[in-house]
């Protein structure tokens, strides 16, 4: 039986849709990659109007959407709800969907099974991993049954725990020896890309010099081919600091609480629903009503 298609927001008329070539060709003209994530129809909506080049249904939409306490719990099926969904809101983008903790690293059979379910039944371009050693046996697995892979190295949020929790990494030689060695280990295995994140800036610039793929930093400096932030990270859409390398460009978790505020005071006060916002009914139309149902 052959799958659904899986329809695509309508075309944008002035631009072409982002393929991998396009990013490879924008690192060697060194123009800035732009890559956030999004988890829904109106995110990715938004990244489209905005003219972003990735969007990456992350799973940190387990924390920002789905409100579990770390990225670990969420599973294929909900991160293919939200891939769907912003799947149908894009349409230039490059698309590319985590695979969630403990659904590719146990073998490289179960890597290109979940994988291949992110392609056919949400369409991405692409899936990221984290990590690197087995993992990048995984992704050299997956490029070689054709499926795009964006690797991940550095603070790898699945493993957190391992890491020592959710803190820079690579600070010391050693440290940022064991970054630079996982990073060239995914480049070796045929990432199309890599998120560097929460590593020195100093020590991503060392590293680029040995990069040939395009580089996505978060929290790693300025040397990279691109940055990523996470959407509800750089609208505001989540309570509390964030981490160091957050910028925030909105407040939009204080507008919408304003907003369902107003909306409470007006129904409690009977400001709302005014006349405006109700639908009429002819007087005749009316009066029939009645007498029907005082008949029973
Ligand atoms: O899940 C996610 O949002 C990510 C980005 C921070 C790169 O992996």
Redesign the pocket.
């Known amino acids: 039986m052959s799958a659904p298609p899986i329809p695509k927001a309508p075309a944008a008329i002035d631009r072409l849709p982002v393929t991998l070539p396009a990013l490879a060709e924008r690192k060697r003209l060194g123009e800035p990659i732009v890559m956030v ?1 999004a988890y829904d129809f109106p995110s990715a909506q938004a990244a489209e109007a905005a003219g972003v080049d990735v969007v ?1 249904v ?3 939409g387990a924390m920002t959407v789905l409100g579990y306490p770390s ?1 670990v719990p969420v599973s294929v099926d909900e991160m293919l709800v939200l891939a769907r969904a912003v799947r149908r809101g894009l349409r230039t983008p490059l698309l590319v969907a ?1 695979l969630p903790f403990g659904s590719y690293e146990a073998s490289d059979e179960l890597a290109i099974a979940t994988a291949q379910r992110f392609v056919k039944e949400a369409g991405v371009d692409g899936v ?1 991993l984290e990590g690197a050693g087995v993992v990048a046996q995984r992704a050299r697995a997956l490029v070689q049954a054709g499926i795009p892979v964006m690797g ?1 190295v550095g603070l790898t ?1 699945q493993t957190a725990t391992a890491l020592g929790g959710y803190r820079a990494q690579g600070r010391t030689a050693e440290r940022a020896h064991a970054v630079a060695r996982d990073a060239l280990e995914l480049q070796e295995a045929g990432c199309f890309a890599i ?1 560097f ?1 929460a590593i020195p800036a100093a020590v991503a610039a060392v590293l680029m010099e040995r990069m040939a793929v395009p580089v996505i930093g ?1 929290g790693a400096g300025d040397a990279t081919d691109g940055q ?1 932030l ?1 959407f509800h990270d750089l609208l505001g859409i989540r309570e509390g600091v964030g981490a160091r390398f957050v910028k925030r460009y909105a407040d939009l978790q204080a507008e919408m609480t304003a907003g369902v505020r107003a909306y409470a005071e007006d129904v409690r006060a009977r400001r709302y629903p005014e006349p405006d916002h109700t639908y009429s009914i002819d007087p005749g139309e009316l009066r029939r009503f009645r007498e029907l149902l005082a008949a029973g």
Do not use: Y
């Open positions: 994530t990456l992350g799973d940190s990225t985590d990221k991940h949020p998120v994140e978060i990523v996470v």
